[in-house]
Structure formats: C-alpha cells, structure tokens
C-alpha cells in the first residue's frame, strides 16, 4: 500500500529555513513523480515543487524559485524540499504527493497524498 508521511514542519523566523521530509513506501522513488504543494488558511492548495523520481528536472512556483530546493534520496525513498528565506506568506500546511508521471505541478495530476506538516513563518 502507497503511503506517503511528511515531517519537519515547525514555527520559524522570517529568513529562516526548514527542511521537509516526505518518507515513501509502497513506491519506488526513481519511478514516481513526487510533488510538493501547500494550503495557506483560506486559500486553495497550491503546487509549489515537482519533480520526477530522485533526480529528474525540478518545476518550482514563482514564489519560490531560488529560495526553495527539491530533492530525493533513492537508498532513503525519502523527497526532501529545503526551504531558505522563508516569507510570512509561506505559510501553510505542506504536502507531498506522488503520482506515476506528470505534466503540470497541480494537485489534479496527484493521487496519493500525505497528510500534511505544517509550516509557520512568523516572527
């Protein structure tokens, strides 16, 4: 069975960082696509990362570009999204999902998903 758990969440400063951790199992990460999307209160979900198996060609949101970094360790079956210079408006809960390929980082083309780690940036 696909089951996908997010940790690393946390409360931090404006230009801090976290690291957000989505451990796979039931999935073979170099043959999955893995997406990060995130739901800030009162708003719809969003895709703010994707990227295809542990190393494919990454897609970022404008609002994260050259702040946010997506990765994947096959031997750990684990994606990663680093995230630097953290915003107030990066607020949310953020989840990962997987999906057997993709075109667009939209929750539509995502059918298994995490149940969420929240991230709040505030000082």
């Known amino acids: 069975q696909l089951q996908l758990v997010e940790s690393g969440g946390g409360l931090v400063q404006p230009g801090g960082s976290l690291r957000l951790s989505c451990a796979a199992s039931?999935?073979?990460?170099?043959?999955?696509?893995i997406g990060w999307f995130r739901q800030a209160p009162g708003k719809e979900r969003e895709g703010v990362s994707c990227?295809?198996?542990?190393?494919?060609?990454?897609w970022y949101a404008d609002s994260v570009k050259g702040r946010f970094i997506i990765s994947g360790d096959s031997a750990k079956n684990t994606a990663y999204l680093q995230m630097n210079s953290l915003k107030p408006e990066d607020t949310g809960v953020y989840y990962c999902?997987?999906?057997?390929?993709?075109?667009?980082?939209?929750?539509?083309?995502?059918?298994?998903w995490g149940q969420g780690t929240q991230v709040s940036v505030s000082s």
């Open positions: 999902a997987a999906a057997r390929g993709y075109y667009y980082c939209n929750e539509g083309e995502f059918g298994a």
């Open positions: 039931g999935l073979a990460l170099p043959n999955y696509a």
């Open positions: 990227m295809f198996g542990a190393g494919g060609r990454p």
